[in-house]
């Protein structure tokens, strides 16, 4: 976004100029393309429109053609992604090339009394440098009169906080589409009579509306098919009805850098992935391991009365959850392998959905097979000590067969860096049935044993951490010796051995966080990111008080805030049916609007988070602030990196700019039109 703009323009004459922007496009002077000299960096120019735009009264039957004629011959590009029409059409138009220009052929009855948008999106590119005609759109109505109504608005990624490019937002009139208070099927029933798309900044303006109240929605449309998919498409709602006649005024303009028309956002919709609705079962169950045992339901968490073997008893059985919403389980047999049976017979008892989608508490059976299946390598090393046996008995000579490979498996990174703040993490193959801790040794460079504690994650059965009084910058030497430890499939361990040298704080920045907030109890989530976005740290349950992150590496760090109504933890995400809005997730800014910051070795750096002015109700104002800031920060960064890229590097980007600005000329005086209507 242009961050100076004039003062907000009325939202009659913002629609007006919005309706004619077309018009002008199609009047502007031809540009003729040179013959020599610098590249060509020009869109290509309409010239003529057959009918003309905005004509009424077109006919129903919705098979006549439209043509288009431009200054000089041109490509359609990606027109699966960007051509759309508003509303949607049953059968898509089909566009060909002609001369100098494009044939539309309406393939649809049309509705009455409805105006109706092709949007070109970026499709239109000459056909030499395949510079794109942005904002090109095509406006008829069956009726006597033009929608002439207008709405801007911004999508965003509710979690990331940044902007969703190219998704489309559905208008749907609120006294055609059916209100029930306990859950929403607006966009599964219905289908937008408006429909608009964000730019790649999110930013979007919705034309051609009435002057009637709309329930708005965001779908991001992953496939362009024009229909919402749950769990795949991100979407987005708006509570309540919003009528653009009653929208307080905005501005618009014309991004000379991008080369679209831009807007100050009325409307802002914060986007998320939705978890589809499915029906509870226990979908699938098999059995990879002797020692293991899967059962995948079809949904998360489910509710799980009892499992029950015949041949098992039941605290042999340990029940180990495999993903965060307990969809996927592992069940592990602590028996030896001479007591497992190649099929284990039993029964699980759960609440399972019935034909009409409530849930019932059910017994079903289980059978769990498994035999040892030999891999390629497996069998012809079988084969290779088969023969050398036979070769040595034939021979009258003693064969001993030799030492297999040792079947304990886990993950231990045995050299490296450790941050005493977080310890060492072992994960093993197996749950752990016996650990003898007090026989692991750790010794420092001076040889002295510093004591060890094995701790199991709370969530991860497999999971161990090892901790130590660690000395910052010391080294040490981890000893586990063989048969320390055992697992459920009775395998134990060789000898192990690590080298480690512990962080030195002096190494690394240090970020000391001043929490004010409301004292209503609400906890927060506050994650450090490097300057690419990437978690490092993060700290749960914050309330307000002191916050501290060690061990910083230096360069770019940035922060997310996470409103965490429920406490649990992590961040939750929303629910269109249900009308819930997933949980706030913020960047954190300081007064000056930057989000990023430098850090450097040895350093303390400081700063005061308000949860009341980071979570405060976002306005059409707080909104378009917010958006320039971070336009300003993008543009000072490029400039940074050109600085640092050198002239030669400058001086191919100024050739790429001169483009741009070839590009906003060739709107002419539309372009001037907006300067005055600013």
Same mark, same amino acid.
């Given at each position: 976004?242009?961050?100076?703009?004039r003062?907000?323009?009325?939202?009659?004459?913002?629609?007006?100029?919005?309706?004619?922007?077309?018009?002008?496009? /199609?009047?502007?002077?031809?540009? @003729?393309?040179?013959?020599?000299?610098?590249?060509?960096?020009?869109?290509?120019?309409?010239?003529?429109?057959?009918?003309?735009?905005?004509?009424?009264e077109r006919?129903?039957?919705?098979h006549?053609?439209?043509?288009?004629?431009?200054?000089?011959?041109v490509?359609?590009?990606?027109?699966?992604?960007?051509?759309?029409?508003?509303?949607?059409?049953?059968?898509k138009p089909?566009?060909?090339?002609?001369?100098?220009?494009?044939?539309?052929?309406?393939?649809?009855?049309?509705?009455?009394n409805?105006?109706?948008?092709?949007d070109?999106?970026?499709?239109?590119?000459?056909?030499?440098?395949?510079?794109?005609?942005?904002?090109?759109r095509?406006?008829?109505s069956?009726?006597?009169?033009?929608d002439?109504?207008?709405?801007s608005?911004?999508?965003?990624?509710?979690?990331?906080a940044?902007?969703?490019?190219? /998704?489309?937002?559905?208008?749907?009139?609120?006294d055609?589409?059916?209100?029930?208070?306990?859950?929403?099927?607006?966009?599964?029933?219905?289908?937008p009579?408006?429909?608009a798309?964000?730019?790649?900044?999110g930013?979007?303006?919705?034309?051609?509306?009435k002057?009637?109240?709309?329930?708005?929605? *965001?779908?991001q449309?992953?496939?362009?098919n024009?229909?919402?998919?749950?769990?795949?498409?991100?979407?987005?709602?708006?509570?309540?009805?919003?009528?653009?006649s009653r929208?307080?005024d905005?501005a618009?303009?014309?991004?000379?850098?991008?080369?679209y028309?831009?807007?100050?956002p009325?409307?802002?919709?914060?986007m998320?992935?939705?978890?589809a609705?499915?029906r509870?079962?226990? /979908?699938?169950?098999?059995?990879?391991?002797?020692?293991?045992?899967?059962?995948?339901?079809?949904?998360?968490?489910?509710?799980i009365?009892?499992?029950?073997f015949?041949?098992i008893?039941?605290e042999a059985v340990?029940?180990d959850?495999?993903?965060?919403?307990?969809?996927t389980?592992?069940?592990?047999?602590? @028996?030896?392998?001479s007591? @497992?049976?190649?099929?284990?017979?039993?029964?699980?008892?759960?609440?399972?959905?019935?034909?009409?989608n409530r849930l019932?508490?059910?017994t079903?059976?289980?059978?769990?097979?498994?035999?040892?299946?030999?891999?390629k390598?497996?069998?012809?090393?079988?084969?290779?000590?088969e023969?050398?046996?036979?070769?040595?008995?034939? *021979?009258?000579?003693?064969?001993?067969?030799?030492?297999?490979?040792?079947?304990?498996?886990?993950?231990?990174?045995?050299?490296?860096?450790?941050?005493?703040?977080?310890?060492?993490?072992?994960?093993?193959d197996?749950? !752990?049935v016996?650990l003898?801790?007090?026989?692991?040794?750790?010794?420092?460079?001076?040889?002295?044993?510093?004591?060890?504690?094995?701790?199991?994650d709370?969530?991860?059965?497999?999971r161990w951490?090892?901790?130590?009084?660690?000395?910052?910058?010391?080294?040490?030497?981890l000893?586990?010796p063989?048969?320390?430890?055992t697992?459920?499939a009775?395998?134990?361990?060789? /000898?192990?051995?690590?080298k480690?040298?512990?962080?030195?704080?002096e190494?690394?920045?240090?970020?000391?966080?001043?929490?004010a907030?409301?004292?209503?109890?609400?906890?927060?989530?506050?994650?450090?990111?490097?300057?690419n976005?990437?978690?490092?740290?993060?700290?749960?349950?914050?309330?307000?008080?002191?916050?501290?992150f060690?061990?910083?590496?230096a360069g770019?760090?940035?922060?997310r805030?996470?409103?965490?109504?429920?406490?649990?933890?992590q961040?939750?995400?929303?629910?269109?049916?249900?009308?819930?809005?997933?949980?706030?997730?913020?960047?954190? *800014?300081?007064?000056?609007?930057?989000?990023?910051?430098?850090?450097?070795t040895?350093?303390?750096?400081?700063?005061?988070?308000?949860m009341?002015? !980071?979570?405060?109700?976002?306005?059409?104002?707080?909104?378009?602030?917010? @958006?320039?800031?971070?336009e300003l920060?993008?543009?000072r960064r490029?400039?940074?990196?050109?600085?640092k890229?050198?002239?030669?590097?400058?001086?191919?980007?100024?050739d790429?700019?001169?483009?741009?600005?070839?590009?906003s000329?060739?709107?002419?005086?539309?372009?001037?039109m907006?300067?005055n209507?600013?």
């Open positions: 976004m242009n961050a100076k703009k003062p907000v323009i009325t939202l009659l004459r913002t629609a007006v100029a919005m309706l004619f922007v077309s018009a002008f496009l /199609s009047r502007c002077a031809s540009i @003729l393309t040179p013959t020599g000299g610098p590249r060509d960096t020009l869109p290509p120019v309409i010239v003529r429109m057959a009918p003309d735009n905005f004509t009424t006919p129903l039957t919705g006549e053609k439209i043509y288009i004629e431009f200054d000089e011959f490509q359609i590009k990606d027109q699966q992604k960007e051509f759309f029409t508003s509303p949607e059409m049953k059968k089909l566009i060909t090339l002609r001369g100098r220009g494009i044939v539309i052929q309406l393939r649809d009855t049309l509705a009455p409805t105006t109706y948008a092709l070109f999106g970026s499709a239109i590119r000459d056909n030499n440098e395949g510079n794109p005609l942005y904002s090109m095509y406006v008829f069956t009726g006597t009169e033009i002439s109504m207008m709405m608005g911004y999508t965003a990624d509710s979690y990331k940044d902007s969703v490019s190219k /998704s489309f937002i559905w208008f749907f009139p609120a055609s589409v059916e209100w029930v208070p306990e859950y929403d099927s607006t966009i599964f029933k219905y289908k009579s408006v429909i798309r964000a730019e790649n900044n930013i979007f303006i919705a034309r051609n509306l002057p009637i109240d709309y329930r708005v929605y *965001a779908v449309d992953k496939n362009d024009q229909l919402y998919e749950p769990g795949s498409d991100q979407v987005g709602f708006i509570e309540g009805v919003y009528n653009p929208m307080p905005f618009v303009w014309l991004d000379s850098v991008r080369g028309v831009s807007a100050e009325q409307l802002y919709l914060r998320f992935t939705d978890r609705f499915r509870q079962v226990l /979908s699938e169950t098999e059995r990879p391991l002797q020692h293991k045992a899967m059962l995948y339901f079809s949904t998360a968490f489910p509710r009365e009892r499992i029950r015949d041949s008893p039941d340990i029940v959850p495999q993903t965060v919403g307990r969809d389980v592992a069940l592990w047999f602590n @028996l030896p392998a007591a @497992l049976p190649d099929t284990i017979k039993g029964e699980i008892t759960y609440f399972k959905h019935d034909s009409i019932q508490e059910v079903e059976p289980l059978k769990l097979s498994w035999r040892l299946i030999e891999t390598e497996q069998e012809r090393e079988r084969e290779k000590l023969r050398e046996r036979r070769k040595a008995e034939e *021979a009258g000579e003693e064969w001993t067969e030799p030492e297999q490979p040792n079947p304990f498996a886990f993950k231990l990174s045995l050299t490296g860096d450790v941050n005493p703040e977080e310890h060492l993490t072992v994960d093993f197996y749950p !752990i016996r003898d801790s007090a026989a692991v040794t750790l010794a420092d460079a001076d040889g002295r044993s510093t004591p060890v504690h094995f701790v199991r709370t969530a991860k059965m497999r951490y090892l901790q130590a009084p660690w000395t910052p910058g010391g080294q040490y030497t000893t586990i063989a048969g320390a430890i697992d459920v009775g395998f134990s361990n060789d /000898s192990i051995v690590g480690y040298t512990i962080l030195d704080p190494k690394f920045a240090t970020v000391k966080i001043r929490v907030g409301p004292d209503d109890g609400t906890k927060y989530i506050i994650q450090l990111l490097d300057g976005g990437s978690l490092k740290q993060e700290k749960r349950d914050v309330v307000p008080g002191d916050v501290r060690n061990y910083v590496p770019e760090i940035k922060f805030i996470i409103e965490d109504r429920n406490g649990n933890g961040w939750d995400t929303g629910n269109v049916v249900e009308r819930r809005q997933p949980e706030r997730a913020e960047m954190f *800014a300081d007064e000056q609007g930057e989000d990023t910051f430098v850090t450097k040895n350093w303390e750096i400081e700063f005061t988070m308000d009341n002015r !980071i979570f405060a109700p976002m306005t059409m104002q707080s909104l378009s602030r917010l @958006l320039d800031e971070r920060q993008r543009l490029e400039e940074e990196k050109r600085a890229e050198g002239p030669k590097k400058q001086g191919h980007d100024h790429h700019r001169s483009g741009t600005s070839g590009m000329s060739s709107f002419g005086s539309a372009g001037n907006f300067g209507f600013r």
